[in-house]
């Protein structure tokens, strides 16, 4: 088993930076695609980017791609996510997910994730 726990969340203005972090206990994640999602109100939850298989490669998605950059560090066992130039549409509750035997082609999906953790709200105000 693999908990996961987030933190790093908060309220931001426009324009402004934050970065999240999460932290693994229970197994290194080490192999491990590292991913971040986010869940907005009344909407679905979306995938944000990844590390697939601890570097092999990374992967966001378009509306924060040249904004966000994810990273781990596996001494610590934690992976982060670095946000700039944050919009007020990037408001959501961001999850942490990880997996050991995700392929390439299920990177974004959220249904192919075993550990999650609980999640940090970020609010971005205009």
């Known amino acids: 088993q693999v908990q996961l726990v987030e933190s790093g969340g908060g309220l931001v203005q426009a324009g402004g930076s934050l970065r999240l972090s999460c932290a693994a206990s229970?197994?290194?994640?080490?192999?491990?695609?590292m991913s971040w999602f986010r869940q907005a109100p009344g909407k679905e939850r979306e995938f944000v980017a990844s590390?697939?298989?601890?570097?092999?490669?990374?992967h966001y998605a378009d509306s924060v791609k040249g904004r966000f950059t994810i990273s781990s560090d596996n001494a610590k066992n934690t992976v982060s996510l670095q946000m700039n130039n944050l919009k007020p549409e990037d408001t959501a509750v961001y999850f942490c997910?990880?997996?050991?035997?995700?392929?390439?082609?299920?990177?974004?999906?959220?249904?192919?994730?075993?550990?999650w953790g609980q999640g940090t709200q970020v609010t971005v105000s205009s």
């Open positions: 229970g197994r290194t994640l080490r192999g491990y695609t």
């Open positions: 590390i697939f298989r601890s570097g092999s490669s990374t």
């Open positions: 997910a990880v997996d050991r035997s995700l392929i390439l082609s299920s990177v974004r999906r959220a249904d192919a994730y075993d550990y």
